[in-house]
């Protein structure tokens, strides 16, 4: 018998309880999203996602607690994708990922998790990456412990300038 281990998400499925505040705003402690904040600049962050689809899934956001992207300033709109962009380049690099989902869920009914704050999805994806267990067992395989996924970006994260 073959067992898979993810042991990150026991913390998802035995809280009930919702986590006070923006996980995206800046708190005062530095460590305010744990281990997964790879960069915060005078705009934007980038954190890696605390439930991913798949390993190095990550967040980029804005600072601001906004949810459109017209409420956005315009030096917000352009450090945002160039963040993305980074965010694709170092996973590329890195994790060597064949293709990406880029994209954002603006509103509820549009999937967004956290709809106040707007914030880009980034998820690497290889060719076979998709498998039964997601369809028939409601079970996502993610190969990597988020901890060593961690490790090996944010390196990569703390060379990024925000201009």
Request: with cysteine; charged share 20%.
């Amino acid at each position: 018998m073959n067992v898979l281990w993810a042991p990150w998400r026991v913390e998802y499925i035995l809280n009930n309880a919702k986590e006070d505040g923006c996980i995206f705003c800046p708190r005062e402690k530095e460590t305010q999203t744990g281990q997964s904040l790879l960069f915060r600049g005078k705009h934007c962050l980038v954190m890696m996602n605390k439930y991913p689809y798949i390993n190095g899934h990550l967040l980029v956001a804005p600072l601001r607690h906004v949810p459109t992207l017209d409420q956005l300033e315009e030096t917000e709109k352009t450090v945002l994708l160039t963040l993305v962009s980074h965010s694709v380049t170092i996973l590329k690099k890195t994790m060597k990922a064949e293709g990406f989902n880029v994209g954002l869920n603006l509103g509820k009914v549009a999937g967004a998790g956290v709809e106040e704050h707007l914030h880009f999805h980034v998820v690497p994806r290889w060719n076979g990456d998709t498998n039964f267990m997601t369809v028939f067992g409601d079970v996502r395989v993610i190969p990597e412990h988020m901890e060593q996924t961690y490790a090996r970006l944010l390196p990569f994260f703390q060379e990024v300038k925000e201009d």
